[in-house]
């Protein structure tokens, strides 16, 4: 555990460290949510503000970004030759492999969070007054298994350029299909259930709903099928991580 | 001398392409052990087998007469390699470098700080430990490189072409060094195309060409070997015999 230890605290501190990323995690949705909010205040009521809707929305869109924070942690430009030094030491693979993931979610929870935070207060977000433990649950599930799939598909292509084009596509895709940059429910029946093939709606929609509800049916199954998901995801990435990628 | 590595039939294909053909040789306690060869000669692939970190298709490679695989994490932690490319973590100090790599190494506390001290001296780099990698000249990563490789004083140190694009000052620190290593009783693997290095800390060569071991002796059988074709033992140099055994045409 020790060395694993070592290895985890340094991927933290590469992702902590890049001023790029800590924008990428902060500033981006942040200036996001509160530009969108801004503009599409006229089109929400004042149950559900327009900053309500996005800081909930877009929050869940940057939970999908958690697997380009790990893609790069693994086989960027600047990290690998030093990755491939862990490679030849005394290591377990799995480690190398696992201290990403946990690296990269342990950087966007707190990263998102503090945006969460920093939205309550500026702008009164609503996240659930006493049960935004359930929103907090969810966005921890969806980190987790977002950061290991970045890996999982990084370590599949070899390549942190293509895993980033092709993850970016398909969350731009689920995104526009969950509803992420409007509500598309009001599309009609057939669009409406349509949607539920994203994992966005699902994450959206549990939250709405918790939040505004005070119903928690989706929390479980939503939290359990990711959780199920990190599973299948780490065991992938553990399969097809190999060492001598790195050399 | 007591072999510690010993390799046998090794083979290693890159899809369908055999670049290894079936080499073996040994590596004995305390020598210092120089792969010569042109580019595409197989020495880093060879070296990266050796590691543990490159896997192979054919042949078998001992340590101390167990196969390297029997214990692979226990053999690594033998080892201290020195890549070709510069592995090193351009955002952090000297320092952190060295007490990173070194306690993936297991070393810990006070140990892991004099493990830190002694190769940062080792490599003259000691003033410029809290300095951050990304304002070091060449030369000076080129030897922290090699700090990060022997903080943990390893039995085996693996140099793939250590010296590469610097200045002579930093090589012939480097040489000095590791020619002090081996006195330390350090055993080393060592891979390079200066021939005057080679000449300078090799107790024994070997010669790889596509894929081959094509020679192996040490500085003054090669060049005995290749006298009587040439010159007097006074001209021939080991680039000579070098040449003579590769050829001059270019390679890619």
Known sequence: MYKFKQIFRLDLMNLLTNPMWV????????????????????SYGHTVTSYDYYGVALMIFGIFNAATFSANSIMEERIKSPNMRIVYSPVRPFYIHFSKVLASFVFCTAAYSLVAVLLHITVGINYGGADWWAALAIMLAGNFFF??????????????GITNNILSTLFALFAILGGLFFPIDGLGKAISAISWLSPAKWMLAACFRIIYDGDFTLLAPLIGGLALLSALSVLLGARFFRGEDYI | ???????????????????????????????????????GAGKSTTINIITGALRF?????????????????????????????????EDLTAERNVLFFASLYGLKGEALKEGCRFALEFTGLSDKAKDKVNTFSGGMKRRLNIACAIAHKPELLIMDEPTVGIDPQSRKHILEGVKQLRKQGMTIL??????EEVEEISTRIIIMDL???????????????AESNDASAETVSLETVFLQLTGKSLRN
Not at chain 1, 23 to 42: D, E, K, N, R, W
Not at chain 1, 147 to 160: D, M, P, R, W, Y
Not at chain 2, 1 to 24: A, F, P, R, W
């Open chain 2, 190 to 195: 060592y891979t390079t195309h200066y021939m």
């Open chain 2, 211 to 225: 894929g081959n071991i094509i020679a192996e002796g040490t500085n003054e059988s090669l060049k005995a070997g």
């Open chain 1, 147 to 160: 950061a290991s799939l970045g890996v999982t598909v990084c370590c599949l292509l070899k390549n942190e």
């Open chain 2, 57 to 89: 298709d054919g042949g078998s490679i001992s340590y101390k007469g167990e196969s390297i695989y029997s214990d692979l994490l226990g053999y690594k932690s033998r080892l201290g390699i020195v890549p070709q490319d510069l592995a090193l973590y």
């Open chain 1, 23 to 42: 924008f990428y995690a902060i500033g981006f949705p942040l200036a996001l949510i509160l530009v969108l909010g801004f503009l599409m205040s006229g």
């Open chain 2, 1 to 39: 001398m007591q072999t510690i590595i010993e390799v046998n039939g090794l083979k290693k294909s890159y899809k369908d392409k055999e670049v290894i053909h079936g080499i073996g040789f040994t590596v004995n306690e305390g020598e210092i052990l120089c792969f010569l060869g042109p580019n």
